[in-house]
Every structure is written in C-alpha cells, then in structure tokens.
C-alpha cells in the first residue's frame, strides 16, 4: 500500500490502512532492522545478546517536545534519540535499542515528518543503537502542538561499571566537552528569528563513544 497524503489525518492513527501506510512507508523503512522487521507489539531482544556487553540492564524513557521542531544543528529527531541515548550513556550503559512512540497532530505535513525520521535514523545510526519498536497516534487539530516524541532506551552496563551522581564529591572535577548553552541558545533564536553575527548551532548529540 502506498502513501498517498501530504498531511496527517484521522484515518492514520485509526488502525486500517492509512495507519498501515503511514507506518510502513514513513517509520518501518528507515528504521528497518530484523527485530523490527517481524512488526509484532513488542522487540524481542535475545538475553544471550545483552549479556554479551555486561551484567546490568539500564533503561531508560524521555519525552521530547521542542519549538521551532527544526533549529541550527538539530531537530526534535536529533533530540530524541540523543537525549535518551546519553541519559543511558551517563549511567555508563552501552546503548543498544530504542523505541520510539510519535504522536501527531492532524493536519502535520508527512514531508515535515519524514524529514525528521531522517534525522532519527541519521542519529541512530551515529550512536550504534536500533530502532527496534513504536507506537504512533493522531489527535485532533489543537489537541498537541503539532508533534510530540517519546523515546525509550535499553542499554549494558560493563562490568566494574559504576557511574552515579550519587558518587560526587566535593573537590571533583567536571569535565565540559564543549561550549555551555550552544543548545539554549540555539533554539531561542530560531524561535525568535533573532538576527546576530555569532552563528549559534546546537550542539546535540550522541555522547555514547566519549563515556560507555
């Protein structure tokens, strides 16, 4: 079945076949992957396979909601799979999976939702996770401010891994790997089409290689 709609309607989060398109088309083919390729309710993730990389399980969820959705050096896709990516990465877990449940806004342009999965997978695959499950539902128009994420992650912990906040004492260290507030900033001005000479981009992204 082929997706014929430039913009999100009803019928899509309704369970026939412009929700089977929808999903085919826009989610599944990007993120393609055996677990998800089999399209049942859940990924089903072989333990042998999680213990190949340690002893613990971390997981994780995050909900991501972000105006303008596109900024300088990022969208809300770059945000949701960086921000659970590295809230898995400060805990010292390889991340491994993500799911990723959308909710949409009637009348969302399904180019504007393709450019953001784009950005998903582009960043999945820079962080060495899948895509492995999700979940999508439409609501009326001014019910959501156009598109909402979640993303949830599983990760391993290694071995002789212990990163915690509950570790830091005084006297430690804080190590920056960049400038602070790139992110903030970046998207105050596309918000308020503010004018300046400095070229402020966010600095989103998977951390996962610097820490697990």
């Known amino acids: 079945m082929t997706l014929r709609d430039t913009h999100v309607n009803m019928g899509h989060g309704g369970g026939g076949q412009a929700m089977h398109a929808l999903i085919a088309e826009v989610f599944a083919t990007p993120f393609d992957n055996p677990l998800l390729a089999t399209m049942e309710d859940q990924a089903r ?48 877990a390889r991340p491994l999976y993500l799911s990723c449940a959308v909710i949409l806004e009637e009348g969302f342009p399904v180019e504007t939702l393709r450019r953001i999965v784009a950005s998903m997978r582009r960043v999945a695959a820079e962080a060495g996770v899948q895509i492995v499950t999700g979940d999508t539902k439409v609501v009326g128009r001014g019910a959501a401010d156009k598109i909402f994420i979640n993303t949830a992650g599983i990760g391993v912990i290694p071995v002789g ?52």
Do not use: W
Request: aromatic share 4%; hydrophobic share 45%.
């Open 45 to 92: 993730v072989p333990l042998s396979e999680l213990a190949a990389h340690g002893d613990r399980l971390a997981f994780c969820t995050d909900s991501y909601v972000v105006d303008p959705l596109f900024f300088p050096g990022g969208d809300i896709g770059t945000l949701a799979v960086c921000g659970t990516v590295n809230d898995l990465a400060m805990g010292g």
């Open 161 to 212: 891994i212990e990163l915690s906040a509950r570790k830091a004492r005084p006297g430690d260290r804080v190590i920056i790997n960049g400038p602070i507030g790139d992110h903030g900033a970046a998207i105050l001005v596309a918000r308020q089409q503010l004018a300046l000479e400095a070229d402020i981009r966010s600095d989103c992204q998977p951390l996962a290689g610097l820490v697990a």
